[in-house]
């Protein structure tokens, strides 16, 4: 499976510590899934990428956004096991633009997959793409019995 990382608003900055920590965290789930990080200008050219990304399985695309559920980090190990088990070959966590998803961007996302919330606080979107890839990692690391991840 191939996991994204995807964000909308522009190219990360290179040089960021958040880049350094993100790709760092990505790299680590190496064995158990590959990871990538995408970044769009608009909404718009994040939803075109995603219809063309076509394989065996269409894309699960996972928004994160304010309205979407709460998961803990072994709902989201959970979640996570359920598509591989599918047989899904690509899963997009794509954290949105400064104003928000539109509706349109809410229904693709519920159509191919679900919204998620980090919780009932907003974060910049350097610091959502960073725990979003720690919490990537932490899913693999339950999935496979690292102890990483001790479950309080």
Do not use: N
């Amino acid at each position: 499976m191939l996991i994204t990382l995807a964000c909308v608003g522009g190219k990360p900055r290179p040089k960021d510590a958040f880049e350094d920590l993100i790709s760092e965290y990505l790299k680590r789930c190496v064995g158990v899934v590959r990871c990538d990080a995408e970044a769009f200008r608009t909404e718009k050219a994040l939803l075109e990428w995603v219809s063309h990304k076509q394989g065996r399985t269409p894309p699960v695309l996972m928004l994160l956004d304010e309205r979407g559920r709460q998961m803990t980090s072994a709902a989201l190990a959970e979640w996570l096991r359920a598509r591989l088990d599918e047989g899904k070959q690509h899963v997009v966590f794509a954290v949105g633009p400064a104003d928000g998803w539109s509706d349109r961007a809410r229904e693709e996302a519920r159509r191919r997959g679900s919204l998620l919330a980090l919780g009932p606080m907003t974060f910049a979107h350097q610091l959502a793409r960073l725990i979003m890839a720690e919490q990537i990692y932490r899913a693999c690391t339950i999935l496979t019995g690292h102890p990483y991840h001790i479950g309080h």
